[in-house]
Nanobody
Framework: QVQLVESGGGSVQAGGSLRLSCVIS????????AGWFRQYPGKEREGVAS???????????DSVKGRFTISRDNERNNEITVSLQMNILKPDDTAAYYC??????????????????????WGQGTQVNVSS
């Protein structure tokens, strides 16, 4: 079983930055990629960014390209950390952010998925609030 714990959410003014972290532990062999999603009230989760577990391939939603960066940090004690650096934040970025892992993508198309049904393990989420 894979456990995911997010942290780093909070409140910031427009134009500011936040860094979200997701510590992933347990059965690290069971997933090939990780992603960050966000969810607005009453809406489905939407993919923000994704990354392969070796950190070499990434994908971004058009709405965050050039502002957000996903990274896979060092592995330690059978845990990996996947971070989301969020810069030039906008009020529209206000949402609950979730980390997730998946295994179904096998390399085609060439970037890990941004659709939520490509993931089967989820964290509890962390709230990001951006004020104007």
């Amino acid at each position: 079983q894979v456990q995911l714990v997010e942290s780093g959410g909070g409140s910031v003014q427009a134009g500011g930055s936040l860094r979200l972290s997701c510590v992933i532990s347990g059965y690290t062999w069971s997933y090939r990629y990780a992603g960050w999603f966000r969810q607005y009230p009453g809406k489905e989760r939407e993919g923000v960014a994704s990354i392969t577990t070796d950190g070499t391939v990434t994908a971004y939603a058009d709405s965050v390209k050039g502002r957000f960066t996903i990274s896979r940090d060092n592995e330690r004690n059978n845990e990996i950390t996947v971070s989301l650096q969020m810069n030039i934040l906008k009020p529209d970025d206000t949402a609950a952010y979730y980390c997730a892992t998946g295994a179904n993508w096998l390399g085609s198309p060439p970037r890990p998925p941004l659709y939520h049904h490509g993931y089967n393990s989820w964290g509890q989420g962390t709230q990001v609030n951006v004020s104007s």
